[in-house]
Protein backbone atom coordinates (compact mmCIF):
# COMPACT_ATOMS: atom_id res chain seq x y z
CA UNK A 1 0.00 0.00 0.00
CA UNK A 2 1.64 3.46 -0.92
CA UNK A 3 2.17 6.26 1.68
CA UNK A 4 -0.76 7.83 0.30
CA UNK A 5 -3.31 5.30 1.02
CA UNK A 6 -2.26 4.37 4.50
CA UNK A 7 -2.59 8.41 5.26
CA UNK A 8 -6.08 7.93 3.88
CA UNK A 9 -6.76 4.92 5.65
CA UNK A 10 -5.71 6.48 9.01
CA UNK A 11 -7.56 10.04 7.96
CA UNK A 12 -11.02 7.83 7.94
CA UNK A 13 -10.26 5.65 10.79
CA UNK A 14 -9.81 8.98 12.69
CA UNK A 15 -12.63 10.55 11.40
CA UNK A 16 -14.83 7.68 12.30
CA UNK A 17 -13.33 7.72 15.63
CA UNK A 18 -14.08 11.42 16.57
CA UNK A 19 -17.83 11.08 14.76
CA UNK A 20 -18.77 8.26 17.18
CA UNK A 21 -17.20 9.96 20.30
CA UNK A 22 -19.60 13.18 19.33
CA UNK A 23 -22.35 10.70 19.29
CA UNK A 24 -21.61 9.46 22.20
CA UNK A 25 -21.07 12.49 23.86
CA UNK A 26 -24.40 14.49 22.41
CA UNK A 27 -26.73 11.60 23.16
CA UNK A 28 -25.35 10.26 26.47
CA UNK A 29 -25.14 13.02 28.84
CA UNK A 30 -22.52 11.74 32.30
CA UNK A 31 -23.74 14.27 34.17
CA UNK A 32 -27.06 16.05 35.38
CA UNK A 33 -27.07 19.09 32.94
CA UNK A 34 -25.47 21.95 34.16
CA UNK A 35 -26.46 24.92 31.52
CA UNK A 36 -27.71 28.29 32.68
CA UNK A 37 -31.42 29.44 31.99
CA UNK A 38 -31.83 30.58 28.29
CA UNK A 39 -34.56 32.26 26.68
CA UNK A 40 -36.43 29.52 23.72
CA UNK A 41 -38.61 31.62 21.35
CA UNK A 42 -41.43 30.06 20.02
CA UNK A 43 -42.87 32.18 17.02
CA UNK A 44 -46.95 32.16 17.54
CA UNK A 45 -50.05 33.81 15.49
CA UNK A 46 -53.02 34.94 16.66
CA UNK A 47 -55.63 37.68 16.09
CA UNK A 48 -54.97 39.59 19.73
CA UNK A 49 -51.37 40.74 18.18
CA UNK A 50 -53.38 42.79 15.55
CA UNK A 51 -53.42 45.80 18.04
CA UNK A 52 -49.62 45.74 17.96
CA UNK A 53 -48.80 46.18 14.37
CA UNK A 54 -48.87 42.25 13.34
CA UNK A 55 -51.13 38.96 13.68
CA UNK A 56 -47.69 37.05 14.30
CA UNK A 57 -45.73 37.77 17.99
CA UNK A 58 -43.30 35.58 20.08
CA UNK A 59 -43.65 33.64 23.21
CA UNK A 60 -40.68 33.49 24.82
CA UNK A 61 -40.50 30.53 27.63
CA UNK A 62 -37.30 31.21 30.31
CA UNK A 63 -35.93 27.57 30.37
CA UNK A 64 -32.66 25.59 31.63
CA UNK A 65 -31.03 23.32 32.72
CA UNK A 66 -32.39 21.25 29.75
CA UNK A 67 -31.03 17.53 28.67
CA UNK A 68 -32.08 16.52 25.18
CA UNK A 69 -34.85 14.13 24.72
CA UNK A 70 -33.69 11.17 23.36
CA UNK A 71 -36.50 8.70 23.55
CA UNK A 72 -40.75 8.91 23.07
CA UNK A 73 -43.68 6.64 23.24
CA UNK A 74 -47.43 6.60 23.33
CA UNK A 75 -50.25 5.02 25.26
CA UNK A 76 -52.41 2.68 23.77
CA UNK A 77 -55.22 5.42 24.57
CA UNK A 78 -53.45 8.30 22.06
CA UNK A 79 -53.76 11.20 24.88
CA UNK A 80 -51.08 9.77 27.10
CA UNK A 81 -47.26 10.72 25.73
CA UNK A 82 -44.02 9.23 27.44
CA UNK A 83 -41.05 11.29 27.23
CA UNK A 84 -37.07 10.87 28.80
CA UNK A 85 -36.18 12.76 31.19
CA UNK A 86 -32.90 12.50 33.07
CA UNK A 87 -33.11 10.24 36.31
CA UNK A 88 -37.18 10.02 35.44
CA UNK A 89 -39.44 9.48 32.70
CA UNK A 90 -42.47 12.45 32.10
CA UNK A 91 -46.05 11.50 31.08
CA UNK A 92 -47.73 14.24 29.68
CA UNK A 93 -51.70 14.21 29.56
CA UNK A 94 -52.25 15.57 25.94
CA UNK A 95 -56.14 15.33 26.49
CA UNK A 96 -56.13 17.86 29.42
CA UNK A 97 -52.82 19.26 28.25
CA UNK A 98 -50.86 18.95 31.71
CA UNK A 99 -47.76 17.36 32.45
CA UNK A 100 -49.80 14.65 34.47
CA UNK A 101 -46.63 12.55 36.55
CA UNK A 102 -43.12 12.33 36.66
CA UNK A 103 -41.89 8.60 37.66
CA UNK A 104 -38.98 6.58 38.19
CA UNK A 105 -37.39 9.38 40.63
CA UNK A 106 -34.71 7.72 42.67
CA UNK A 107 -34.78 5.24 40.45
CA UNK A 108 -33.12 5.87 37.35
CA UNK A 109 -29.85 7.83 37.60
CA UNK A 110 -29.20 8.82 33.95
CA UNK A 111 -30.81 9.99 30.97
CA UNK A 112 -33.82 7.85 30.10
CA UNK A 113 -32.39 6.64 26.45
CA UNK A 114 -35.07 3.77 25.79
CA UNK A 115 -39.22 3.73 26.13
CA UNK A 116 -41.70 1.37 25.16
CA UNK A 117 -45.44 0.90 26.04
CA UNK A 118 -47.01 -2.64 26.24
CA UNK A 119 -50.07 -3.49 24.64
CA UNK A 120 -52.91 -2.24 27.03
CA UNK A 121 -51.19 0.98 27.94
CA UNK A 122 -50.49 0.16 31.08
CA UNK A 123 -47.43 -0.98 31.69
CA UNK A 124 -44.30 0.90 30.85
CA UNK A 125 -40.84 0.03 29.58
CA UNK A 126 -37.85 2.38 30.58
CA UNK A 127 -33.92 1.76 30.11
CA UNK A 128 -30.72 4.20 30.88
CA UNK A 129 -27.29 3.00 31.92
CA UNK A 130 -23.77 4.59 32.11
CA UNK A 131 -21.42 4.21 29.17
CA UNK A 132 -19.13 1.43 29.84
CA UNK A 133 -20.62 0.92 33.42
CA UNK A 134 -24.18 -0.67 33.51
CA UNK A 135 -27.36 -0.76 32.12
CA UNK A 136 -30.98 -0.94 33.54
CA UNK A 137 -34.56 -1.59 31.95
CA UNK A 138 -37.44 -1.53 34.28
CA UNK A 139 -41.08 -1.58 34.30
CA UNK A 140 -43.41 0.41 35.55
CA UNK A 141 -47.38 1.11 36.29
CA UNK A 142 -48.30 3.96 34.95
CA UNK A 143 -51.18 4.49 37.09
CA UNK A 144 -49.09 4.27 40.47
CA UNK A 145 -46.60 5.02 39.09
CA UNK A 146 -44.02 2.35 40.87
CA UNK A 147 -41.87 -0.16 39.28
CA UNK A 148 -43.53 -3.88 39.08
CA UNK A 149 -40.71 -5.10 37.31
CA UNK A 150 -36.62 -4.88 36.86
CA UNK A 151 -35.09 -6.95 34.18
CA UNK A 152 -31.43 -7.85 34.95
CA UNK A 153 -28.45 -8.27 32.29
CA UNK A 154 -27.98 -5.05 30.46
CA UNK A 155 -23.94 -3.80 31.19
CA UNK A 156 -24.11 -0.98 29.52
CA UNK A 157 -26.55 1.90 27.91
CA UNK A 158 -29.64 0.56 26.50
CA UNK A 159 -30.50 2.35 23.25
CA UNK A 160 -34.12 0.71 22.30
CA UNK A 161 -36.74 -1.30 23.56
CA UNK A 162 -39.39 -2.75 21.96
CA UNK A 163 -42.42 -5.01 22.82
CA UNK A 164 -44.19 -7.66 20.33
CA UNK A 165 -47.08 -6.89 19.54
CA UNK A 166 -49.05 -9.92 21.68
CA UNK A 167 -47.23 -8.17 24.74
CA UNK A 168 -45.62 -11.53 25.90
CA UNK A 169 -41.79 -10.83 24.68
CA UNK A 170 -39.69 -7.20 25.72
CA UNK A 171 -36.53 -6.81 23.48
CA UNK A 172 -33.86 -4.46 24.82
CA UNK A 173 -31.32 -3.83 22.44
CA UNK A 174 -27.82 -2.58 24.51
CA UNK A 175 -24.47 -1.29 24.09
CA UNK A 176 -22.61 -4.09 25.52
CA UNK A 177 -23.65 -5.61 21.89
CA UNK A 178 -26.18 -7.74 23.01
CA UNK A 179 -29.94 -7.96 22.49
CA UNK A 180 -31.94 -9.50 25.29
CA UNK A 181 -35.40 -10.61 25.24
CA UNK A 182 -37.60 -11.32 28.60
CA UNK A 183 -40.93 -13.13 29.26
CA UNK A 184 -42.83 -10.17 30.85
CA UNK A 185 -45.59 -12.15 32.20
CA UNK A 186 -42.73 -14.73 33.86
CA UNK A 187 -40.44 -11.62 34.55
CA UNK A 188 -37.51 -14.40 33.25
CA UNK A 189 -35.06 -14.17 30.15
CA UNK A 190 -35.93 -15.83 27.23
CA UNK A 191 -33.04 -15.35 25.02
CA UNK A 192 -29.70 -13.40 24.58
CA UNK A 193 -28.28 -12.77 21.21
CA UNK A 194 -25.06 -11.46 20.58
CA UNK A 195 -24.48 -11.93 16.39
CA UNK A 196 -24.31 -8.14 15.93
CA UNK A 197 -20.69 -7.54 17.13
CA UNK A 198 -21.08 -3.90 18.00
CA UNK A 199 -23.37 -1.51 19.86
CA UNK A 200 -27.33 -2.35 19.04
CA UNK A 201 -28.89 1.21 18.77
CA UNK A 202 -32.29 0.15 17.36
CA UNK A 203 -34.52 -3.03 18.02
CA UNK A 204 -38.01 -3.43 16.25
CA UNK A 205 -41.10 -6.47 16.19
CA UNK A 206 -42.56 -6.84 12.94
CA UNK A 207 -46.41 -6.43 12.63
CA UNK A 208 -47.55 -9.66 12.96
CA UNK A 209 -44.77 -10.31 15.59
CA UNK A 210 -43.62 -13.17 14.19
CA UNK A 211 -39.76 -11.91 13.52
CA UNK A 212 -37.17 -9.50 15.63
CA UNK A 213 -34.82 -7.48 14.20
CA UNK A 214 -31.54 -5.42 15.86
CA UNK A 215 -29.10 -3.34 13.96
CA UNK A 216 -26.48 -1.25 15.37
CA UNK A 217 -22.46 0.30 14.83
CA UNK A 218 -21.49 -3.14 14.04
CA UNK A 219 -22.93 -2.48 10.38
CA UNK A 220 -24.90 -5.48 10.67
CA UNK A 221 -28.94 -5.81 11.11
CA UNK A 222 -30.12 -9.35 11.99
CA UNK A 223 -33.56 -10.84 11.93
CA UNK A 224 -34.37 -13.42 14.23
CA UNK A 225 -37.60 -15.75 14.21
CA UNK A 226 -39.48 -14.58 17.42
CA UNK A 227 -39.75 -17.51 20.11
CA UNK A 228 -37.29 -19.56 18.30
CA UNK A 229 -34.83 -16.99 18.14
CA UNK A 230 -32.89 -18.43 15.28
CA UNK A 231 -31.60 -16.20 12.55
CA UNK A 232 -33.34 -15.83 9.96
CA UNK A 233 -31.74 -12.90 7.20
CA UNK A 234 -28.31 -10.85 7.78
CA UNK A 235 -28.28 -7.41 6.44
CA UNK A 236 -24.11 -5.97 5.95
CA UNK A 237 -24.24 -2.33 5.64
CA UNK A 238 -21.68 0.52 4.84
CA UNK A 239 -21.80 2.35 8.17
CA UNK A 240 -23.13 2.79 11.67
CA UNK A 241 -27.10 1.98 11.90
CA UNK A 242 -28.33 4.01 14.02
CA UNK A 243 -32.15 3.03 14.11
CA UNK A 244 -34.46 0.65 11.77
CA UNK A 245 -38.52 -0.17 11.41
CA UNK A 246 -40.53 -2.86 9.49
CA UNK A 247 -42.68 -1.72 6.40
CA UNK A 248 -46.62 -1.82 7.20
CA UNK A 249 -46.47 -5.29 5.33
CA UNK A 250 -43.31 -6.78 7.24
CA UNK A 251 -41.80 -6.68 4.14
CA UNK A 252 -38.90 -4.19 3.74
CA UNK A 253 -36.98 -3.11 6.99
CA UNK A 254 -36.00 0.50 6.79
CA UNK A 255 -32.22 1.43 8.31
CA UNK A 256 -31.34 4.90 8.94
CA UNK A 257 -27.28 4.87 8.14
CA UNK A 258 -24.87 7.27 9.76
CA UNK A 259 -21.62 7.94 10.65
CA UNK A 260 -18.29 9.12 8.73
CA UNK A 261 -18.56 7.03 5.84
CA UNK A 262 -21.99 7.36 4.64
CA UNK A 263 -25.77 8.76 5.60
CA UNK A 264 -28.82 8.39 4.43
CA UNK A 265 -31.64 5.72 4.63
CA UNK A 266 -31.93 2.29 3.25
CA UNK A 267 -34.43 -0.02 2.82
CA UNK A 268 -34.10 -3.75 2.02
CA UNK A 269 -36.77 -6.92 1.38
CA UNK A 270 -36.33 -9.22 3.98
CA UNK A 271 -35.71 -12.90 2.91
CA UNK A 272 -37.68 -15.14 4.81
CA UNK A 273 -37.31 -18.50 4.43
CA UNK A 274 -39.46 -20.14 2.15
CA UNK A 275 -42.42 -21.92 3.77
CA UNK A 276 -43.05 -25.91 1.93
CA UNK A 277 -45.27 -26.11 -0.94
CA UNK A 278 -48.38 -27.67 0.21
CA UNK A 279 -49.39 -30.56 -2.47
CA UNK A 280 -51.97 -28.80 -5.36
CA UNK A 281 -55.36 -31.30 -5.96
CA UNK A 282 -55.84 -31.72 -9.19
CA UNK A 283 -57.79 -29.17 -10.81
CA UNK A 284 -61.48 -29.88 -12.28
CA UNK A 285 -64.47 -28.57 -13.67
CA UNK A 286 -68.03 -28.56 -13.28
CA UNK A 287 -70.24 -30.25 -15.83
CA UNK A 288 -74.13 -29.43 -16.40
CA UNK A 289 -76.04 -31.58 -13.94
CA UNK A 290 -73.40 -30.30 -10.94
CA UNK A 291 -71.13 -33.45 -11.97
CA UNK A 292 -67.58 -33.12 -11.80
CA UNK A 293 -65.08 -33.78 -14.49
CA UNK A 294 -61.32 -34.17 -13.66
CA UNK A 295 -59.53 -32.11 -15.51
CA UNK A 296 -56.99 -33.87 -18.14
CA UNK A 297 -54.05 -36.06 -17.14
CA UNK A 298 -50.82 -34.13 -17.45
CA UNK A 299 -48.69 -35.91 -20.30
CA UNK A 300 -45.78 -37.81 -19.52
CA UNK A 301 -42.14 -36.16 -19.90
CA UNK A 302 -40.35 -36.72 -22.92
CA UNK A 303 -37.62 -39.08 -22.92
CA UNK A 304 -34.51 -37.18 -21.92
CA UNK A 305 -36.22 -34.11 -20.70
CA UNK A 306 -35.48 -32.73 -17.30
CA UNK A 307 -38.17 -32.09 -14.73
CA UNK A 308 -39.12 -28.31 -14.07
CA UNK A 309 -37.78 -26.68 -11.02
CA UNK A 310 -39.57 -23.33 -9.22
CA UNK A 311 -37.88 -20.50 -10.62
CA UNK A 312 -36.55 -18.41 -7.62
CA UNK A 313 -37.73 -14.37 -8.48
CA UNK A 314 -35.18 -11.95 -8.09
CA UNK A 315 -34.69 -10.29 -5.12
CA UNK A 316 -35.37 -6.14 -5.84
CA UNK A 317 -33.25 -3.78 -5.36
CA UNK A 318 -32.59 -1.70 -1.85
CA UNK A 319 -34.16 1.63 -1.68
CA UNK A 320 -32.82 4.89 -0.91
CA UNK A 321 -33.73 7.35 0.65
CA UNK A 322 -31.65 10.59 0.54
CA UNK A 323 -31.15 12.82 3.89
CA UNK A 324 -28.98 15.84 2.41
CA UNK A 325 -26.58 16.84 4.68
CA UNK A 326 -28.45 15.64 7.75
CA UNK A 327 -27.60 12.20 9.57
CA UNK A 328 -30.52 9.83 10.04
CA UNK A 329 -31.37 9.10 13.83
CA UNK A 330 -34.04 7.36 13.65
CA UNK A 331 -36.77 5.57 11.09
CA UNK A 332 -40.62 4.83 11.35
CA UNK A 333 -42.95 3.54 8.60
CA UNK A 334 -46.65 4.35 8.81
CA UNK A 335 -49.51 3.18 6.67
CA UNK A 336 -51.41 6.48 6.82
CA UNK A 337 -53.02 7.99 3.68
CA UNK A 338 -53.49 6.08 -0.16
CA UNK A 339 -49.65 4.89 0.61
CA UNK A 340 -46.95 3.91 3.27
CA UNK A 341 -45.00 6.46 4.10
CA UNK A 342 -41.47 7.10 5.76
CA UNK A 343 -40.65 9.67 8.37
CA UNK A 344 -36.93 10.40 9.27
CA UNK A 345 -35.28 12.28 11.84
CA UNK A 346 -32.24 14.09 11.04
CA UNK A 347 -29.49 16.03 12.67
CA UNK A 348 -29.71 18.91 11.17
CA UNK A 349 -33.32 19.62 13.24
CA UNK A 350 -35.93 18.70 10.66
CA UNK A 351 -38.01 15.61 9.87
CA UNK A 352 -38.18 13.98 6.47
CA UNK A 353 -40.98 12.49 5.08
CA UNK A 354 -40.54 10.22 1.85
CA UNK A 355 -42.82 8.14 -0.13
CA UNK A 356 -43.10 4.52 0.14
CA UNK A 357 -40.54 3.90 -2.84
CA UNK A 358 -38.06 6.70 -2.12
CA UNK A 359 -39.36 10.20 -3.05
CA UNK A 360 -39.18 13.19 -0.68
CA UNK A 361 -42.64 14.27 -0.21
CA UNK A 362 -41.90 16.92 2.76
CA UNK A 363 -39.46 18.61 5.32
CA UNK A 364 -40.36 19.87 8.49
CA UNK A 365 -37.92 22.40 10.47
CA UNK A 366 -38.49 20.02 13.67
CA UNK A 367 -36.03 21.55 16.58
CA UNK A 368 -33.33 23.65 16.74
CA UNK A 369 -30.73 20.84 17.24
CA UNK A 370 -30.38 17.65 16.37
CA UNK A 371 -33.92 15.56 16.11
CA UNK A 372 -33.32 12.47 18.65
CA UNK A 373 -36.24 10.29 18.33
CA UNK A 374 -39.90 9.73 17.10
CA UNK A 375 -42.90 7.91 17.64
CA UNK A 376 -46.37 7.98 16.10
CA UNK A 377 -49.67 7.55 17.87
CA UNK A 378 -51.76 4.52 17.99
CA UNK A 379 -53.83 5.60 14.99
CA UNK A 380 -51.11 7.27 13.15
CA UNK A 381 -52.73 10.48 12.71
CA UNK A 382 -49.85 12.26 15.32
CA UNK A 383 -46.35 12.40 15.35
CA UNK A 384 -44.02 13.19 18.08
CA UNK A 385 -40.54 14.18 18.36
CA UNK A 386 -37.63 14.84 20.74
CA UNK A 387 -34.97 16.43 20.53
CA UNK A 388 -31.20 17.55 21.58
CA UNK A 389 -32.65 20.82 22.24
CA UNK A 390 -34.60 19.66 25.35
CA UNK A 391 -38.40 19.72 23.83
CA UNK A 392 -40.81 17.81 22.69
CA UNK A 393 -43.08 18.72 19.81
CA UNK A 394 -46.10 17.27 18.49
CA UNK A 395 -47.44 17.13 14.60
CA UNK A 396 -49.98 16.11 12.78
CA UNK A 397 -48.64 13.16 11.04
CA UNK A 398 -51.04 13.80 7.82
CA UNK A 399 -50.10 17.57 7.11
CA UNK A 400 -47.15 18.01 9.04
CA UNK A 401 -48.68 21.03 10.57
CA UNK A 402 -47.33 21.76 13.97
CA UNK A 403 -49.52 21.02 16.94
CA UNK A 404 -47.86 22.25 20.22
CA UNK A 405 -44.30 22.64 21.70
CA UNK A 406 -43.89 20.83 25.25
CA UNK A 407 -41.06 21.64 27.48
CA UNK A 408 -40.02 20.67 31.06
CA UNK A 409 -38.51 24.05 32.08
CA UNK A 410 -36.40 22.82 34.94
CA UNK A 411 -34.75 19.50 34.81
CA UNK A 412 -36.32 17.05 37.55
CA UNK A 413 -39.04 20.01 38.44
CA UNK A 414 -43.04 20.29 38.09
CA UNK A 415 -41.90 23.52 35.85
CA UNK A 416 -43.50 22.78 32.62
CA UNK A 417 -45.06 24.68 29.61
CA UNK A 418 -47.31 24.20 26.53
CA UNK A 419 -47.46 26.36 23.81
CA UNK A 420 -49.24 26.14 20.52
CA UNK A 421 -48.33 27.82 17.38
CA UNK A 422 -51.75 29.98 17.63
CA UNK A 423 -50.66 31.39 20.91
CA UNK A 424 -53.01 29.27 23.54
CA UNK A 425 -50.68 27.99 26.13
CA UNK A 426 -51.30 26.04 29.92
CA UNK A 427 -48.09 26.35 31.87
CA UNK A 428 -47.30 25.34 35.91
CA UNK A 429 -45.29 28.64 35.88
CA UNK A 430 -46.72 31.70 34.73
CA UNK A 431 -43.19 33.42 35.74
CA UNK A 432 -42.02 31.74 32.67
CA UNK A 433 -43.75 32.80 30.12
CA UNK A 434 -42.91 36.33 28.45
CA UNK A 435 -44.19 37.90 25.13
CA UNK A 436 -42.64 39.49 22.23
CA UNK A 437 -44.84 42.08 20.01
CA UNK A 438 -44.07 43.89 16.33
CA UNK A 439 -44.16 47.30 18.26
CA UNK A 440 -41.75 45.50 21.20
CA UNK A 441 -45.03 47.02 23.44
CA UNK A 442 -45.73 44.80 26.41
CA UNK A 443 -48.71 42.57 25.79
CA UNK A 444 -52.21 43.85 27.62
CA UNK A 445 -53.10 41.35 30.61
CA UNK A 446 -57.09 41.14 28.95
CA UNK A 447 -54.85 39.44 26.03
CA UNK A 448 -52.96 37.46 27.89
CA UNK A 449 -55.88 35.86 29.84
CA UNK A 450 -57.61 35.21 26.37
CA UNK A 451 -54.34 33.03 25.71
CA UNK A 452 -54.31 31.30 28.81
CA UNK A 453 -57.10 28.99 27.11
CA UNK A 454 -57.04 25.26 28.58
CA UNK A 455 -59.77 24.40 25.62
CA UNK A 456 -58.31 25.55 22.70
CA UNK A 457 -55.10 24.21 24.27
CA UNK A 458 -56.70 20.98 24.59
CA UNK A 459 -57.90 20.96 21.00
CA UNK A 460 -54.76 22.03 19.68
CA UNK A 461 -53.19 18.82 21.14
CA UNK A 462 -56.13 16.49 19.54
CA UNK A 463 -55.12 17.18 16.00
CA UNK A 464 -58.37 19.13 15.45
CA UNK A 465 -58.71 22.05 13.46
CA UNK A 466 -57.87 25.07 16.27
CA UNK A 467 -60.49 27.80 16.48
CA UNK A 468 -59.21 31.11 16.35
CA UNK A 469 -58.69 33.03 20.26
CA UNK A 470 -61.33 35.88 21.05
CA UNK A 471 -60.35 39.35 20.83
CA UNK A 472 -60.09 40.91 24.14
CA UNK A 473 -63.37 42.84 24.97
CA UNK A 474 -62.46 46.83 24.65
CA UNK A 475 -64.07 49.39 26.74
CA UNK A 476 -67.08 50.04 25.37
CA UNK A 477 -67.74 54.10 23.93
CA UNK A 478 -70.82 56.06 24.27
CA UNK A 479 -73.32 55.20 21.15
CA UNK A 480 -73.06 58.48 19.24
CA UNK A 481 -76.86 59.11 18.49
CA UNK A 482 -78.13 58.52 15.22
CA UNK A 483 -79.00 61.24 12.75
CA UNK A 484 -82.45 61.32 11.55
CA UNK A 485 -83.20 62.52 8.08
CA UNK A 486 -86.21 64.26 7.58
CA UNK A 487 -89.04 63.51 6.18
CA UNK A 488 -90.76 65.16 3.23
CA UNK A 489 -93.87 66.75 4.09
CA UNK A 490 -96.36 65.00 1.97
CA UNK A 491 -97.95 67.16 -0.87
CA UNK A 492 -101.74 68.29 0.11
CA UNK A 493 -104.58 66.69 -1.92
CA UNK A 494 -106.41 69.03 -4.78
CA UNK A 495 -109.38 70.23 -2.97
CA UNK A 496 -112.90 70.05 -4.86
CA UNK A 497 -114.36 72.81 -6.33
CA UNK A 498 -117.12 74.49 -4.65
CA UNK A 499 -119.94 76.84 -5.78
CA UNK A 500 -119.95 79.83 -4.05
CA UNK A 501 -123.59 80.78 -2.39
CA UNK A 502 -122.33 84.06 -1.40
CA UNK A 503 -119.99 86.62 -1.94
CA UNK A 504 -117.31 86.16 0.35
CA UNK A 505 -114.82 88.34 1.90
CA UNK A 506 -111.88 88.90 -0.06
CA UNK A 507 -114.11 87.83 -3.46
CA UNK A 508 -112.94 89.13 -6.58
CA UNK A 509 -116.21 90.28 -7.44
CA UNK A 510 -116.06 94.14 -5.74
CA UNK A 511 -118.38 95.17 -3.09
CA UNK A 512 -120.32 98.04 -3.77
CA UNK A 513 -118.30 100.98 -4.20
CA UNK A 514 -115.14 99.54 -3.90
CA UNK A 515 -112.83 99.22 -6.76
CA UNK A 516 -111.51 95.70 -8.12
CA UNK A 517 -110.08 93.42 -4.93
CA UNK A 518 -106.28 93.91 -5.33
CA UNK A 519 -104.19 90.92 -4.68
CA UNK A 520 -102.45 92.79 -1.67
CA UNK A 521 -105.44 93.75 1.28
CA UNK A 522 -106.35 97.22 0.96
CA UNK A 523 -107.50 99.30 3.98
CA UNK A 524 -110.01 101.13 2.47
CA UNK A 525 -112.01 97.88 1.25
CA UNK A 526 -114.96 96.78 3.25
CA UNK A 527 -114.77 93.42 2.34
CA UNK A 528 -111.14 93.00 3.30
CA UNK A 529 -109.68 92.36 6.64
CA UNK A 530 -107.95 95.02 9.03
CA UNK A 531 -103.57 94.58 8.72
CA UNK A 532 -101.93 93.48 11.22
CA UNK A 533 -100.67 95.92 14.26
CA UNK A 534 -97.20 96.85 13.05
CA UNK A 535 -94.33 94.76 15.54
CA UNK A 536 -92.46 97.15 17.88
CA UNK A 537 -88.64 96.74 16.86
CA UNK A 538 -86.40 94.60 19.37
CA UNK A 539 -89.23 93.08 21.31
CA UNK A 540 -89.02 89.25 21.77
CA UNK A 541 -92.63 89.35 23.02
CA UNK A 542 -94.85 86.38 21.14
CA UNK A 543 -98.45 87.21 20.46
CA UNK A 544 -100.67 85.57 22.92
CA UNK A 545 -102.33 82.47 21.31
Known sequence: MTAIGVLSSLNRYALSVLVSFFCLLQALPAAEPAAPVRSIPIAVSNAVFKTHGSLSGTCVVSAGPLTPVTAVAFGADGKTLAAGGYGEVLLWDLGDAVLRKRIGAGVFNQAVRALAFRKGGQWLAAGDGA??????????????????????????????????????????????????????????????????????????????????????????????????????????????????????????????????????????????????????PPKSSVVSGGATASAKPTPPAKPGATPDKRKKAAKPPPRAFATGAGIPTAVLWSATGKAPRLYVACTDGTIRVYGNFGGLQNKWAAHDDWVDCLALSPDATMLASGGADGMVKLWSAVTGRLLATLVQTACRSDRWAIVTPQGNFQTSCPDAIQWKTADSKPLEPAAIEALANQQATRQALSGATPTPTPKPKPVPKPAAKPVVSPKPAPSAPPKPAQTPTAVPAHSPTPAPNCAPHPVTPSPTCPSCPPPPAPRQSGSATSPKP
Not at 172 to 177: L, M, P, R, V, Y
Not at 186 to 197: V, W
Not at 225 to 233: S, Y
Request: net charge negative; aromatic share 8%.
Open 131 to 280: PGISGAVRLFNIGSGEPVADFSGPKDVVSGLAFSPDGKFLAAGCADSVVRVWNVEQKTASASLSELQGGVLGVAFSGNGNYLAAAGAGRLAQVWETGKWNPVCRMQQTDTVNGLAFDPADEWLAMAIGGSFEHGVRAQKIEYPEAEAEPV
